[in-house]
Every structure is written in structure tokens, then in C-alpha cells.
């Protein structure tokens, strides 16, 4: 096992019908909001009406930023975050998926940074880094889809398009205060939408668990079982759209493989979300359909190195008794998740592996593995090409 620190100061309520108390949580941060949201699914859900009543009703004023795209750039996160500067707002309220909740926890910064900075500038690749030394707003979140765990972490995914960069900005100051993780919020998602979900779940857990070297027993165990819960559940919940029960467990998993959980005890990294990053920013498909289109790829490219297909193995005899390539690929094609790139991709494959080298090589013309060994250029490239249909 390796040595780690565990720091999660998130307060969480979890269970159904939960987001009634959006209002009463809002209240022990503040008293004028900055209410963070996509364009379109939560206003035609219904949802925002119901948060907006008890934001109302306990007494918050809330301005309404609902301009968050997926792949949320930095420009958008500028403009929400010059609005809730505008507007004196104490705290921000995070609603939506992934996106609207890393914009929101990236504007309750960008709220309080000095004039003329950008929240771009926070990145550790950018030519104008700097390090957060303002406290951020308090953020609350609200996710409606059980996948991307950003209601439990101190990270924000941006995507600077005029650069065709997508980079995490991770700093313990991004923490949200409070995450409501209500499973009934999810009962208007697709069948695909759902899907989806379930994959980025995984993803967040096979990456670390499959780079990672050696043994840490009792993490092993626990992720093991989150990734057992979502292959064994999200059948269920695909199937029968009421099944709350296997829809909170769904979240919770999703909650939990994003955490601080997912890299305590393990020395692995996020190899796979680093491809997937390049990907969306040079063509902008939605970040978990491009983890399920590169993960059959990635697995298999990837066990040509002993600690990986050790790691590999191990996890297809406790999780899927056999092969873990198999059985991953077998419950991909039962809930109808996409496995290849589409070939169009394969214009910018120059362009995304020089992307890659330039945002995580730390200035090398390689990528170093927990084991020693590297990664160059060249095998990023054959891993995208692998994945093209």
C-alpha cells in the first residue's frame, strides 16, 4: 500500500427527495446566490422551478447563470464569475451534470480573483500560472447524473478552445461545502445518457486501479466493489426506470469514485481521462462518451506492460471471474455504450497526441508510468488509431 493523505471535507446528503432542503442548505452559506446551470435539461425537468421554490423559501436571492455548455470553456466560467462579482453574490449553487458543477465551483473562484485574471491563469500549464491565494466562494452542488463525482472533489475540468486545451484545475480550495445527491434528480436521464454515466464511473476507478503498482489490499476491495455495484446495477436501472434503489447506489458510486477515494493508497494516475481530455478539445464529444470509446483501446495497448496486466488480471478474476477485457466489453455492449471512435477523429490525432505531450509531459517529450517506465508520442497515437471503427 502506498502513502497517502485523506482529506474530504464535503458535507453530503444523500437520498431521495433530498433536494427539498436546497433551501435550508443555501441558508448556512449565504444569503445571495450565484445559481450555475446547463441551457436546456434542468429548466424543461422541472428542476430548476423546484430548486428555485426553495431557494425562495428560505430566504435566498439567487442570479441565474444558465449558459454552461458541456466541455464548459473558460470563457463562459469568466462570465459567470464577473456576474456573481456583479452581483455581490456570498455563494454559488451548482445544478446539472458535470459541466454546470465544475463551472461552479471554477466561478465561486473566478468570483473572487483580482480584476483581469482569469480563472485560465490557475491552470498549471498556463503561461500565466499563479496560485490561488483568495478563499473562493462557498459552493453547494446539485448533480443530476451519476457519473461525474464533481460534487465530491476539489477539481474543475476546463476547456480553453482557443488553445484546444481541456485541463483539471485541482486545488483543496475548490471543495464544495455541501453536496445534495438526490437519485430521483436522475429519473430524466436517457437510456444513453445513463449509460454513459455508468462508464465514467469505472473509468474513474480502473484508471488508478490498473496503473497503480503493487497491492494495497482493502482500497483494492472497495474499489472492486464500487465497480461491481455499477456493472451489476445499471442493467437494472436501464431497464426499470423506477428502480430508485439501485439508482442511489448508482450515485453514490459515482460520488465516491471521484473522490479523495480514488487515488488514496495507490500510486496509479489518470492516464485514460488525460487521451479523453485531448479528445474533447480538439473535437468536443461529450467527456463521457469519450471515455467509452477509448477504454476498449487503452486496455488493450496498455497490457503490454507487466504491472498494468497484472493489475488486469487480478481484476478480472474478483470482479468479472475471467477476463476483464471480456467481460468490460460484454457489459458495454448490453447497455448499448459506444466502443470505437468515430473515424472523423482520426484527422486530429497529431493534433491531440501533441496536445497531450504538452499539457502532462511537465515539459519532457514523455509521459512517465507509476512503474518507470515512458511513454512517448508515438504510443498515444497508436491508441487513438486502435480506437477508430
Given at each position: 500500500?502506498?502513502n497517502?493523505?485523506?482529506?474530504?471535507?464535503?458535507?453530503?446528503?444523500?437520498?431521495?427527495?433530498?433536494?427539498?432542503?436546497?433551501?435550508?442548505?443555501?441558508?448556512?452559506?449565504?444569503?445571495?446566490?450565484?445559481?450555475?446551470?446547463?441551457?436546456?435539461?434542468?429548466?424543461?425537468?422541472?428542476?430548476?422551478?423546484?430548486?428555485?421554490?426553495?431557494?425562495?423559501?428560505?430566504?435566498?436571492?439567487?442570479?441565474?447563470f444558465?449558459?454552461?455548455?458541456?466541455?464548459?470553456?473558460?470563457?463562459?466560467?469568466?462570465?459567470?464569475?464577473?456576474?456573481?462579482?456583479?452581483?455581490?453574490?456570498?455563494?454559488?449553487?451548482?445544478?446539472?451534470?458535470?459541466?454546470?458543477?465544475?463551472?461552479?465551483?471554477?466561478?465561486?473562484?473566478?468570483?473572487?480573483?483580482?480584476?483581469?485574471?482569469s480563472?485560465?491563469?490557475?491552470?498549471?500549464?498556463?503561461?500565466?500560472?499563479?496560485?490561488?491565494?483568495?478563499v473562493?466562494?462557498?459552493?453547494?452542488?446539485?448533480?443530476?447524473?451519476?457519473?461525474?463525482?464533481?460534487?465530491?472533489?476539489?477539481?474543475?475540468?476546463?476547456?480553453?478552445?482557443?488553445?484546444?486545451?481541456?485541463?483539471?484545475?485541482?486545488?483543496?480550495?475548490?471543495?464544495?461545502?455541501?453536496?445534495?445527491?438526490?437519485?430521483?434528480?436522475?429519473?430524466?436521464?436517457?437510456?444513453?445518457?445513463?449509460?454513459?454515466?455508468?462508464?465514467?464511473?469505472?473509468?474513474?476507478?480502473?484508471?488508478?486501479?490498473?496503473?497503480?503498482?503493487?497491492?494495497?489490499y482493502?482500497?483494492?476491495?472497495?474499489?472492486?466493489?464500487?465497480?461491481?455495484?455499477?456493472?451489476?446495477?445499471?442493467?437494472?436501472a436501464?431497464?426499470?426506470?423506477?428502480?430508485?434503489?439501485?439508482?442511489?447506489?448508482?450515485?453514490?458510486?459515482?460520488?465516491?469514485?471521484?473522490?479523495?477515494?480514488?487515488?488514496?493508497?495507490?500510486?496509479?494516475?489518470?492516464?485514460?481521462?488525460?487521451?479523453?481530455?485531448?479528445?474533447?478539445?480538439?473535437?468536443?464529444?461529450?467527456?463521457?462518451?469519450?471515455?467509452?470509446?477509448?477504454?476498449?483501446?487503452?486496455?488493450?495497448?496498455?497490457?503490454?506492460?507487466?504491472?498494468?496486466?497484472?493489475?488486469?488480471?487480478?481484476l478480472?478474476?474478483?470482479?468479472?471471474?475471467?477476463?476483464?477485457?471480456?467481460?468490460?466489453?460484454?457489459?458495454?455492449?448490453?447497455?448499448?455504450?459506444?466502443?470505437?471512435?468515430?473515424?472523423?477523429?482520426?484527422?486530429?490525432?497529431?493534433?491531440?497526441?501533441?496536445?497531450?505531450?504538452?499539457?502532462?509531459?511537465?515539459?519532457?517529450d514523455?509521459?512517465?508510468?507509476?512503474?518507470g517506465?515512458?511513454?512517448?508520442?508515438?504510443?498515444?497515437?497508436?491508441i487513438?488509431?486502435?480506437?477508430?471503427?
Open positions: 500500500m502506498h497517502f493523505e485523506f482529506n474530504w471535507p464535503v458535507k453530503s446528503i444523500v437520498g431521495n427527495g433530498e433536494v427539498k432542503k436546497a433551501g435550508i442548505e443555501a441558508k448556512k452559506l449565504g444569503r445571495r446566490a450565484l445559481l450555475v446551470t446547463g441551457r436546456f435539461s434542468v429548466r424543461s425537468s422541472g428542476l430548476l422551478e423546484k430548486v428555485s421554490a426553495s431557494l425562495k423559501s428560505a430566504g435566498i436571492d439567487f442570479v441565474l444558465d449558459g454552461v455548455e458541456p466541455n464548459p470553456r473558460v470563457t463562459t466560467i469568466d462570465k459567470a464569475g464577473a456576474l456573481a462579482k456583479k452581483e455581490n453574490c456570498d455563494m454559488v449553487i451548482g445544478l446539472g451534470g458535470g459541466s454546470p458543477m465544475d463551472a461552479a465551483k471554477a466561478a465561486a473562484l473566478a468570483a473572487v480573483s483580482p480584476s483581469g485574471v480563472v485560465w491563469d490557475y491552470i498549471f500549464c498556463s503561461k500565466n500560472f499563479r496560485k490561488i491565494d483568495v473562493p466562494l462557498p459552493v453547494l452542488l446539485i448533480p443530476t447524473l451519476p457519473a461525474t463525482g464533481s460534487e465530491g472533489n476539489p477539481t474543475s475540468v476546463i476547456t480553453n478552445w482557443d488553445l484546444h486545451q481541456k485541463v483539471h484545475l485541482m486545488d483543496n480550495a475548490l471543495f464544495p461545502k455541501t453536496a445534495i445527491i438526490d437519485p430521483e434528480l436522475t429519473m430524466s436521464l436517457s437510456r444513453e445518457q445513463l449509460a454513459y454515466a455508468g462508464v465514467d464511473i469505472i473509468c474513474h476507478l480502473l484508471e488508478p486501479y490498473l496503473t497503480t503498482t503493487g497491492d494495497s482493502v482500497k483494492d476491495r472497495m474499489a472492486e466493489g464500487v465497480i461491481s455495484t455499477v456493472i451489476d446495477l445499471l442493467p437494472k436501464m431497464q426499470n426506470p423506477s428502480d430508485v434503489e439501485s439508482r442511489m447506489n448508482l450515485s453514490w458510486s459515482g460520488t465516491l469514485a471521484c473522490s479523495p477515494f480514488r487515488f488514496m493508497a495507490w500510486n496509479g494516475k489518470g492516464f485514460l481521462h488525460w487521451i479523453e481530455h485531448c479528445l474533447s478539445a480538439w473535437t468536443d464529444v461529450p467527456h463521457s462518451e469519450g471515455l467509452s470509446m477509448l477504454l476498449p483501446a487503452w486496455m488493450e495497448y496498455m497490457s503490454r506492460y507487466k504491472f498494468f496486466k497484472y493489475r488486469l488480471d487480478m478480472g478474476e474478483r470482479v468479472f471471474n475471467g477476463s476483464a477485457e471480456e467481460g468490460i466489453e460484454r457489459w458495454m455492449k448490453e447497455i448499448g455504450a459506444k466502443t470505437r471512435l468515430d473515424k472523423s477523429a482520426g484527422d486530429k490525432i497529431p493534433e491531440m497526441c501533441g496536445t497531450l505531450i504538452t499539457v502532462y509531459a511537465g515539459g519532457k514523455f509521459v512517465e508510468l507509476p512503474s517506465e515512458r511513454m512517448v508520442k508515438g504510443e498515444f497515437e497508436e487513438y488509431k486502435n480506437a477508430l471503427q
